[in-house]
């Protein structure tokens, strides 16, 4: 009788593990270039940004463009079906911000990334496996 709870038990899992929606996600340098995106969270904390403030927008050349809280930033990045991902040679132009310190944050930690992952409508950008920046595709 427990051989079969048992077994019943290791098929629902296996069941829900294989109609999970993380089993959706996509990577790839394809999948980042089509939208822009908005920042939600910052290492795990909600972040409730208005318009078009803390985006990302990474295009098919290389080359990736954003907003702070009033800097606009852009460089090149890399990256690679694996779900690898840096930036290279970021620039920003540099006025005084009513929030720098939020603004500061979010440049330190977009320094911090070596990963990324697509799930939907949901990009991940990791460092060391950690989600550190969750955006949303706009």
Do not use: H
Request: proline share 1%; net charge positive.
């Amino acid at each position: 009788m427990k051989v079969i709870k048992l077994f019943t038990i290791a098929a629902l899992a296996v069941t829900l593990a294989a109609c999970c929606s993380c089993r959706n996600r996509t990577k790839g340098a394809g999948s980042l270039t089509t939208n822009g995106w908005q920042l939600m969270q910052i290492e795990g904390e909600s972040f409730a940004a208005t318009g078009e403030k803390y985006s990302l927008q990474f295009g098919s050349d290389g080359r990736f463009s954003g907003m702070g809280d009033c800097n606009r930033i852009m460089g090149g990045y890399t990256s690679a079906p694996s779900g690898s991902l840096s930036f290279e040679g970021a620039a920003g132009t540099r006025m005084l911000c009513s929030d720098q310190q939020s603004e500061d944050r979010f440049l330190r930690v977009l320094d911090t990334v070596d990963g990324y992952r697509v799930d939907g409508n949901t990009l991940l950008l990791l460092s060391g496996g950690r989600t550190v920046l969750v955006f949303k595709k706009v």
